[in-house]
């Protein structure tokens, strides 16, 4: 278990969020900006995840694919590690 997703053997990863995460919380936050500046409103509340995720099998093996859950101020984003380095949010829960 470590503390952040897609994080690659330097500690670097990409977390890519699909656009319906934006949608959910553009609607749950009854928001009326669009596009990037949805976007930006969405990072300058959330701009730090706490996620949690099981990266390796017992034989050091990387579990692509696994699901991953990250933790912010408004919600919860739910998602799959893509790659070693990467992770893919696909949806939002927020807590209103």
Request: include cysteine.
């Amino acid at each position: 278990m470590t503390s952040a997703p897609g994080q690659g053997k330097k500690g670097i990863g990409l977390a890519l969020f699909k656009p319906h995460v934006f949608a959910r919380y553009r609607l749950r936050y009854k928001l009326k900006k669009t596009g990037l500046e949805l976007i930006a409103a969405y990072f300058t509340k959330n701009n730090s995840l706490s996620c949690a995720f099981q990266d390796h099998d017992e034989n050091g093996t990387t579990l692509i694919n696994r699901k991953v859950y990250g933790t912010s101020e408004q919600g919860i984003v739910l998602g799959d590690m893509r790659s070693e380095a990467g992770t893919l949010f696909r949806t939002i829960s927020a807590m209103i």
